[in-house]
């Protein structure tokens, strides 16, 4: 089951999006340069950066020998493509190295210049924030109450109900927008809880983001994030097939049930706690670097961010996996420690992945304490990503590994969104507070 899945097709890296990117205005955020604005179509120049191993292996190939290496810094490579060469350039990548995606596309030098001189880890974190596990009441009341039924569900619709879920097609938009009303349909007794696409200059695909305003430390944001598109082969034809049930509805469903959970107790945290699911992740996350930029740009205070990206195939000896790079060292040192605290049957390890591995990577370059908990090890990940067979059926139609991340990902969330201990059932600090003692037995 270990062995990687080589597509075994190689397409002319022009072919695939350019017949679908005519018009297209920016990628990576940044609004603040001044060419954001100018329109894209399948010929514009803009810039990635990925990994050195990457990009030896890509430049390798005769599709991509035009590639050139600009620049290097620290194994990351900055080179020039256009804008129409990013589908087949994923494809390639996910081929050579098993990554998803595997680079961060920029509109400018410049962008890509800043993304080339971040550190490969950053232990540093913002506000001096220190992660401590207080909430063990809530934690273990609240997890009881996370059902297998529904993540499987939302895993379903997300991989049978679209032909796929690309960026550039309307099923892309469609299967955001179908987010966005299950989220609703969460917060519909939480009129302070908003649920908004957030859309992206030039792409058709918006992100899902969900925000519970926190009642103490509104200011203070936590992120539980994943990516909602898909791709797989033949990316030029609308109808496409790519299912992604794996990756990524299965992150998508965690985050799902998390939120149902978290709204449906009237769970009400101290810091602000927002659950997104991002767009067009898979040609060099756009909708995350959008996000993520424009944070950074206006100076929000992020305390913590988790990814999920690959939930339900159980491919390694331990249950889960942390990536080491591109990652927020301590942010991960804890993440062990509520695996070790709250399911302490599972067995935990961590793994490098490279450059660019996921929505993290983006949050890691704007300076934010990031981390990733993989399905598996790298390299032993679901066999069946990025292709038509990346089905429900294929994870055997069993939601258990990710059921795994849905309670990983509710105690981070009640941990981290609560930095001042909450008694169990009185004496509440906050009267904001006070509801819980009737919602929770
Ligand atoms: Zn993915």
Redesign the pocket.
Known sequence: MRARNHHRRHRPLLLAASRVAVGVALLSAAAAAPAAASPLGPGTELWITLGADAFDLLAGQADHQGLERLEEQDGVVLTQVRFGDLAGLSASLHESTGR??GFLAHRTLAQARAALAVPRTRSSLAGGVSYSINQTEWVTSLEADLDKPSILATIDHLSTAYHNRYHAYSSGAEAAEWIRDLWRSYAETRPEVTVELVSHPGINQPSVVLTIPGSTFPDQHVVLG??LDSVSPGTSNPNFLAP?AD??AS?IAVLGEIARVVLAADFRPQRTVQIMGYAA??IGLVGSQDIADGYEAAGRDVVAVLQF??TDYFGSVEDMAFLSDYTNADLTAFLGQLVDTYQPVLAWTTSACGYGC?DHAAWHRAGYPASMSAEARFGQHNPA?HSTSDTLATLGHNVDHAFKFARLGLSFLIEIGNPERFLFRDGFETGSTEAWSQSVP
């Open positions: 998803c995606a994943g990516h992604g990756d990524n992150g992740e898979e990206d690959m996921s990503i």
